[in-house]
């Protein structure tokens, strides 16, 4: 009989710590399935954002491809596509800049050629064009040497910095073929 009271006593006496437990079981289960929800949400959405940066630089490198070919056309193309991908809210500080780096040698280029303050910016295949009466002079740019100043005009307002002038005016040049 001592047995049995002793058995009688530990269930007894254990019900209280059954039943608190039985209480917060379900409660603390369903805090973990949450938290393991949260996880996964989270887990999915980084995969998501570093996909989608994936995918941007495979563009960036595609189009960077094109904007050194040798053909004007897919000059222009590269360009205008890399100017589009330096306006991504997936392009960073640091991807502006490369790819404002990009436009460099194109833009030294028209620089070279005599791109000052005072100069006319005229597209190459633009047979319309009339000198204008105040005879400054004028600098034949082609459709891809456009694109890359409309590329650095985009890649430096990511980068917070300013575009000098004469690259913002080469920019705003519009080209017949375009």
Not at 17 to 42: E, F, K, N, R, S
Not at 161 to 169: G, K, L, S, Y
């Amino acid at each position: 009989m001592t047995v049995i009271a002793t058995v009688l006593d530990v269930t007894v006496s254990d019900e209280r710590w059954l039943v608190i437990v039985a209480t917060l079981g379900p409660l603390i289960t369903a805090l973990a399935a949450i938290g393991a929800l949260i996880v996964g949400i989270q887990t999915v959405r980084q995969r998501t954002v570093a996909d989608s940066q994936a995918q941007w630089w495979a563009r960036v490198q595609w189009a960077t491809g094109l904007a050194f070919e040798a053909e004007e056309s897919k000059r222009s193309v590269g360009f205008d596509a890399l100017a589009l991908l330096a306006s991504s809210p997936l392009a960073g500080p640091e991807d502006a800049s490369f790819l404002a780096g990009l436009s460099f040698e194109v833009l030294r280029d028209v620089q070279e050629r005599g791109a000052v303050d005072d100069v006319v910016f005229v597209p190459v295949d633009d047979e319309a064009f009339v000198r204008p009466s105040d005879a400054r002079p004028v600098v034949a740019v082609t459709r891809s040497e456009v694109s890359a100043a409309k590329l650095r005009v985009v890649a430096d307002r990511g980068r917070g910095r300013a575009t000098p002038a004469w690259i913002a005016r080469l920019a705003a040049t519009s080209s017949s073929g375009a």
